[in-house]
């Protein structure tokens, strides 16, 4: 898979700009991983104000609650409706089919984002 | 020989406190020393700064009046003196209601609830290793389903006010961009209490809507609710003990988009159609009738149950039954992440216990009775309250507040004098002649409900119709 294009966060987002401007976010394979069996995801409504850097979903497994942060300003556009039924979506293809929300941005994206590379020599760093 | 005389009493003597720092059986120090640290830990100048929030009316100004300590002997002949002082059912009878009755109690709930496996226990906090405390809130959470036509029941809560609270904060919270939440005045005073008490600190507020008709009429309620309605709480049999027009009212809230919370009686479900079946989004009950005395203010039991959609929402413990690696059934908690210890701070609810023993009496209970025996106690309910009402409604001073209107095991009657010292004097006669309104509804003054369940004799009715007439003839 090309991540070339993808933004990475510290807590384990990833964020996407799509063709219409929208950006994609969702959870990384290592959160994926972390989480394990995954049970439910709150999804936002759509047209509901996101703030980077605060909770716009959350994401449920058997014993925690995640946070899906924001990585920009904005509105939420779109949310991913198949998720509600079957959460574990986003464990089979957690970069594509697996987005969570879409958010119509209003400022740039939160500047501790970091690429794909970073993101895995963080890992790295963290042991993972 | 002198004739036995009874002993006196040991004399009270000077009263002495025993400080912590003297008293051999003092676990917990609290030495004004370690007042001092624990004060400027916490950044608080003096214990008095600490109690500020506490309204000064319903602080004590002087220390505690406490005696010196007795030994086991005067100390059991101290305690039998005071609870002579409470005149039980059993010394009076009881026709007292307000949301606390005197049911009848098979041997069997008392058998098996003191059990010490069950007695003993405090809530596991390793919960799946009590597989048969699960199992009873499994079969107890089965049983408040069945007989509330839910889909969901949690593994109860403390008591019936703190639980239309969360019930109206769970339907509040399942919807955007509301700030209001209606509780018809008919619903258990204590109840709306406790809801403002809860919401002092939070987004949103309880409105009342009046009942004058001592019911919520349903124009009434359609004219109450506006874009910032949430959710209506109604209770039924109400506080007056009238029933209200449940299947109605549900239908003009969903109308009108908004939520239905219903305070119900589980001992009146063995007769009237189950809350699920009439449109109720989320029911609470005090479940105290079903196996659990009466006695002073608790312990009680919160029954909660939903429909679906709001699973996610609900506070408290949930019991799931599943199987182990060997096939074979247990049970554990589950949808845990409602929970304050995975939710944290996003967490909304502070329950995160359940009414153990007291639900295991009500399993007992219900188990015991089963459908017919549910349906059998609502109906003697029904006969003897309804009985009491046209008897008391002939007695001159004394007519019906609310004539016409149904209601099942309570019923509130006016009396041509103050209710307050009518009460005490049917007392002195022997009986617990009802509950005085003023306390609540101060034009209510005269006004008494009497509650009449399944335990009352005919004898024990006509006696206490006899007792009205003459009090009210002096």
Request: some cysteine.
């Amino acid at each position: 898979m090309n991540l070339a294009s993808y933004r990475f966060s510290p807590s384990h987002e990833w964020c996407n700009k799509e063709a219409n401007g929208n950006i994609a976010v969702g959870i990384t394979q290592h959160a994926v991983e972390m989480l394990k069996d995954l049970l439910y995801v709150q999804l936002p409504k759509v047209g509901s104000a996101t703030k980077a850097g605060e909770s716009c979903a959350e994401i449920e497994s058997v014993k925690s609650v995640g946070n899906l942060y924001a990585p920009c300003d904005g509105t939420v556009a779109e949310v991913n409706e198949a998720l509600t039924g079957d959460p574990m979506k986003i464990a089979d293809d957690p970069y594509e089919k697996g987005w969570i929300v879409k958010i119509k941005p209003t400022g740039s994206l939160a500047d501790n984002l970091m690429s794909h590379a970073d993101y895995e020599k963080l890992l790295a760093e963290e042991g993972a | 020989m002198a004739a036995l005389s009874p002993p006196t009493p040991l004399p009270i003597g000077e009263k002495r406190r025993i400080t912590s720092e003297e008293s051999p059986l003092s676990y917990v120090l609290n030495t004004p020393a370690d007042q001092q640290e624990m004060l400027k830990t916490i950044g608080v100048k003096s214990i008095d700064e600490l109690f500020e929030t506490i309204p000064a009316a319903v602080r004590l100004k002087k220390p505690l009046d406490i005696p010196p300590a007795l030994s086991e002997m005067p100390m059991t002949d101290e305690m039998v003196r005071l609870a002579k002082k409470n005149l039980s059912p059993d010394q009076a009878v009881c026709f007292l209601g307000g949301g606390s009755y005197d049911h009848f109690i098979p041997a069997v709930v008392d058998q098996i609830a003191g059990r010490g496996e069950f007695y003993t226990a405090y809530t596991p906090y390793q919960a799946e290793a009590s597989q048969g405390s699960l199992q009873a809130f499994f079969e107890f959470q089965t049983l408040i389903c069945q007989l509330t036509g839910m889909d969901v029941a949690n593994a109860s809560l403390y008591e019936a006010g703190s639980g239309m609270f969360e019930a109206a904060l769970m339907a509040h919270n399942s919807i955007d961009g509301k700030s209001r939440i209606l509780v018809a005045e008919s619903v258990h005073p204590e109840y709306r209490q406790t809801v403002n008490t809860y919401l002092a600190n939070l987004e949103p507020k309880a409105v009342s809507v009046p009942t004058p008709d001592g019911i919520l009429k349903p124009e009434a309620l359609v004219a109450a609710i506006d874009g910032t309605v949430s959710c209506v709480v109604v209770q039924s049999p109400n506080f007056f003990g009238n029933l209200e027009d449940v299947e109605a009212l549900a239908k003009i809230a969903h109308d009108k988009g908004v939520f239905f919370v219903l305070v119900a009686d589980p001992v009146s479900l063995g007769l009237l159609k189950r809350p699920g079946d009439c449109g109720t989004d989320i029911v609470v009950a005090e479940g105290q009738g079903l196996g659990t005395p009466m006695q002073y203010g608790g312990p009680f039991l919160g029954l909660l149950a939903c429909k679906n959609q709001f699973i996610r929402k609900i506070p408290g413990r949930l019991v799931g039954q599943t199987t182990d690696k060997n096939g074979k059934t247990c049970w554990s908690l589950t949808l845990q992440t409602r929970e304050q210890h995975i939710r944290r701070e996003k967490a909304t609810s502070n329950i995160c216990s359940n009414q153990g023993l007291i639900a295991l009496r009500a399993t007992v209970h219900l188990a015991a009775l089963g459908p017919e025996g549910m349906k059998e106690t609502a109906e003697l309910c029904v006969q003897k309250a309804h009985y009491a009402a046209s008897e008391l409604a002939k007695v001159p001073g004394i007519k019906l507040k609310h004539p016409g209107k149904p209601f099942f095991k309570e019923f509130t009657i006016e009396v041509n004098k103050p209710a307050e010292p009518l009460l005490a004097k049917l007392l002195s006669k022997g009986y617990h002649a009802g509950l005085a309104l003023g306390r609540w509804y101060p034009a209510l003054f005269n006004c008494i409900t009497v509650a009449v369940t399944e335990k009352r004799t005919k004898a024990e009715i006509d006696g206490l119709v006899a007792a009205y007439r003459e009090a009210l003839a002096g």
